[in-house]
């Protein structure tokens, strides 16, 4: 199994790499045009700088083959519990057990930074790598939002999902306590 571990400011070209492979052909990104490396650099030092994990993957030959993170689901304070994560694999890497180990890696960094709520926005309800992946891991179906995306000259439906982590909403968030390191603050 590869190397899960967090990114480094050297991961941002092959981080990019793979994302642009994924904006020009696939949908599981909404975005239409591929960001620059200086972009996703930008992204990661947001992400961060809130505290919040981002991960890549590396194979036996010490490249990297996918990255994962999460972000604060909403800007405002009273979602400071909840993050959407994000996971992004090489094309010769899917299917291979990969998105589940980084997307179980990714929960629990997430939980340790405070996180209780992992919520998923699937981009293309046909697509059913990520929709399995989240189901075996644990997500919940919340509903599908229908053609709220073009890209491809066609319109894509987005999935929602959500899963509790650690305490999730069994006990009462004591915001002085237990409020996650570089929550939202609108």
């Not at 490396?37 to 991960?55: F, G, N, T």
């Not at 993957?57 to 689901?73: I, K, L, M």
């Not at 990714?106 to 699937?122: P, S, T």
Request: aromatic residues 8%; contains cysteine.
């Amino acid at each position: 199994m590869p190397l899960i571990r967090p990114s480094t400011d050297q991961d941002v070209a092959a981080v990019t790499a793979i994302y642009t492979h994924h904006v020009l052909h696939g949908t599981g990104t909404f975005e239409t045009e591929p960001p620059t490396e200086a972009d996703m650099a930008q992204r990661r030092q947001d992400v961060l700088a809130r505290q919040l994990p981002w991960l890549v993957a590396e194979d036996a030959q010490r490249q990297v083959v996918g990255f994962a993170y999460c972000n604060w689901f909403k800007p405002r304070a009273a979602y400071r519990f909840s993050a959407e994560d994000s996971i992004y694999l090489h094309p010769d890497v899917q299917t291979r057990g990969l998105g589940r180990a980084m997307l179980s890696e990714l929960e629990r960094a997430a939980q340790a930074a405070g996180v209780r709520k992992l919520i998923a926005v699937i981009g293309d309800s046909a697509n059913t790598g990520s929709v399995g992946l989240h189901r075996a891991m644990g997500f919940a179906d919340v509903g599908t939002i229908s053609a709220c995306g073009w890209k491809f000259n066609r319109w894509l439906d987005i999935v929602l999902m959500e899963k509790a982590i650690g305490a999730g909403a069994a006990l009462p968030a004591d915001a002085a306590a237990t409020a996650p390191k570089g929550q939202p603050c609108a």
